[in-house]
């Protein structure tokens, strides 16, 4: 029996995992606020109902789970910003608006990188239970990337990069 080989929750965190946890909750609690205020400026439904999901059911549920881990294990936690207020769509101004496409474009940049560091997070783990909660939250996040694509794809708002054509002569 080594070390660290008994219940995993019962094992201390590495500075690498504690990093991973405050830098992840530090960022979910700013997404969180940059969203809502996002939210304002939605006119589509269907994207204002993905956007209301993922800060509810995605970031926010992150963000309990982590808050958790960290407190039980005697971390500070960063500052929540202040909850984002309602705002009538009409009363921003047509050149302060952010677009339906740039918000949802925004969107699934922010989840690829969400995904990329879910990843990187599991590879540093040696809690077998912190490893298991970031798979968690990686799946979440592929789910949703998946929604944000095809809502993407529906509506015309994709931007694919230059699409390599091959042009081989037979």
Known sequence: MGILSG??????LHYG??????????????????YETL????????????VEDV??????????????????????????PPERPKA???NIPAGARFMDPE????????????LVSCSTVIGQCIRE??????????????????????LLKEKGWLVPPPLHLDKAEC
Do not use: R
């Open 39 to 50: 939210s304002n400026h939605i006119g589509d439904e269907e994207l204002k109902k993905l």
């Open 103 to 114: 918000i949802s474009n925004k969107l699934g940049v922010d989840l690829a990188a969400g």
């Open 129 to 150: 239970d912190i490893a298991m909660m970031y798979g968690q939250f990686h799946m979440k996040k592929a789910q949703y990337a998946a929604k944000t694509l095809k």
């Open 88 to 90: 009538c769509l009409e």
């Open 55 to 80: 800060i509810e059911n995605g970031t926010k549920a992150e963000i309990e789970e982590v808050e958790i881990v960290l407190k039980e294990n005697g971390v500070g936690l960063p500052p929540t």
């Open 17 to 34: 995992e504690v990093f991973a946890l405050w830098t992840h909750l530090n960022a979910a609690k700013a997404m969180v606020a940059a």
């Open 7 to 12: 219940n995993p929750k019962e094992e201390p």
